[in-house]
């Protein structure tokens, strides 16, 4: 990552600001003449890569409010970093180390201890000109977990001589959305469990040895997320007991959840409407996407908000959701970011509160 330090003319606090900088394996196909065209290898595959969750638009946004502040920074008090995080999606091989986490192992805030850290996100789910957050939860953990069922491997033509992952692997995906639907008040605390990956065998007329399911889990309270582990660690080992065969899940936790501390989120969002209007400040539900972003809680009281990035004249419910190959970003929610987050900064570093 890189990171910059912008000290005050005056005395006052330190905070940390920051932008995460990475891209997707995605083919785009916004159908834009700038349209990347650039392509790699994601974990052995070779994909495109494109700015898929506006990223690229984040560091935009940094760049503006560091600007905006070095500007002013004889009568500006306090101090102020600017971080620009690296792989907050994730590392590039499973099982790394990566962004926030390693950031903070590495001791980015070793000698600069900040009181608050503020981090945003565009998000097609708001039409530009609009800002969304909330005080206390406002993004799930994210775990990643891995199921390997193992079986006996036989003729397609003879299932009787085998035992079947794959049907296994299959019965244990249905069982999990039980946990979901019957075992977990999710009205309460909201809960996703959802596979991604269902890789299995070579040829039409062999059934394997071992199948591998990857997916991921999201939660907003911990203890929630123990016992849902726990039920689906029971269900895949039970059902595949019961087929002859075995299971065994690990599970990754990429990021907690991310939780706007509350007395930091009614100053920031008093900023918000200065900046915004208003009216325009939106009370958003949880949202069950996830940020490392969260990590930097364990230095200091942190605050994120969203910056919507649907063009006038698009139904945000309908258009291409971030990670899609068709997202668009509005590019005047350039400047709605970083004007919203320059006034949070300065009312910060100010100690403006409502």
Known sequence: GVTAI?????????????????????????????????????????????????????????????????????????????????????????????????MLKQGIFGDFKPDAVFGLHVWAGLPVGKVGTRSGSLMASADEWTLTVRGRQTHGSRPWDGVDPIMIGAQILLGTQSIIARQVNIAASPVVLTAGVFQSGVRFNIIPDEARLVGTLRTFDPAVREDVIARFRRTAEDYAHAGGGSAELQVVNNAPATVNEPALAARARASLERAAGSGNVVEMAPVTVAEDFSQYATAAPTFFFFVGSTGVGVDPASAPINHSP?????????????????????DYLHGEVD
Request: glycine content about 12%; aromatic content about 6%; overall charge negative.
């Open 6 to 102: 912008l000290k005050g003319g005056k005395p006052g606090p330190r905070i940390a600001i920051r932008a995460d900088m990475d891209a997707l394996p995605v083919t785009e196909q916004s159908g834009l003449p700038f349209a990347s065209r650039v392509t790699g290898e994601y974990r052995g595959q070779p994909v495109g890569i494109m700015h898929a969750c506006g990223h690229d638009a984040h560091v935009a946004i940094l760049m503006g409010v560091a600007s905006a502040l070095a500007a002013m920074k004889d009568e500006l008090p306090g101090e102020v970093m600017f971080v620009f995080q690296p792989a907050e999606e994730g590392p590039a091989n499973a099982g790394e180390e990566f962004g926030a986490a390693l």
């Open 326 to 346: 068709q997202f668009l970003l509005d590019e005047q929610s350039l400047q709605v970011g970083s004007g919203a987050m320059l006034q949070v900064a300065l």
